[in-house]
């Protein structure tokens, strides 16, 4: 009954359903970063990327400094990629079988074609705002 509702939403609001949903999962996702990641960690290491990025530009003209510079940027890209594969592992397995879901819900809509650039494009302008009311690096 609750299906053949939230369907017969989705077939008369396309836009509006694509866009809820995707506001939805960005929060759900925003929300298991703030609790699992190390906001603090995330924060160093996000001026440190600042830094560095900082002392390249002032030592454009030395190629071994920019060297030593770029490679203490790497190792510090490869925390930040570790530190962030936790929540990426925990939202991955249920965002697979929501858009099993989804998929075949939105293919006989009118943006049957285009739907995933709605999602896209609500997620990212959803996750910049829940970042932002979050206040997470």
């Known amino acids: ?4 509702a939230i369907t017969a939403l989705i077939q008369t609001y396309p836009r509006t359903a694509i866009i809820v949903f995707s506001l939805i999962i960005s929060l759900l996702i925003t929300i298991v970063n703030y609790f699992v990641l190390d906001q603090n960690r995330m924060r160093e290491l996000k001026d440190k990327q600042k830094n560095l990025q900082a002392e390249m530009k002032k030592h ?3 190629p071994q400094k920019m060297m030593d510079l770029q490679k203490e940027m790497f190792s510090h890209m490869g925390e930040n ?6 929540p990426m592992l ?3 397995i249920p965002l ?3 858009f099993n879901w989804l998929r075949p819900t939105f293919a006989g809509t009118g943006i049957a074609g ?4 709605y999602y896209i494009g609500a ?6 705002i829940f970042r932002k009311l979050f206040k997470m690096p």
């Not at 009954?1 to 053949?4: E, L, S, T, V, Y």
């Not at 990629?81 to 936790?86: A, G, L, P, Q, Y």
């Not at 285009?114 to 650039?117: F, G, R």
């Not at 997620?123 to 910049?128: A, E, F, H, R």
């Open 123 to 128: 997620s990212i302008v959803g996750s910049l």
């Open 1 to 4: 009954m609750i299906k053949m």
């Open 60 to 62: 454009k003209d030395n």
């Open 114 to 117: 285009n739907w995933i650039w």
């Open 81 to 86: 990629m570790k530190h962030s594969f936790k």
């Open 90 to 92: 925990i939202t991955f």
């Open 96 to 98: 697979i079988i929501f």
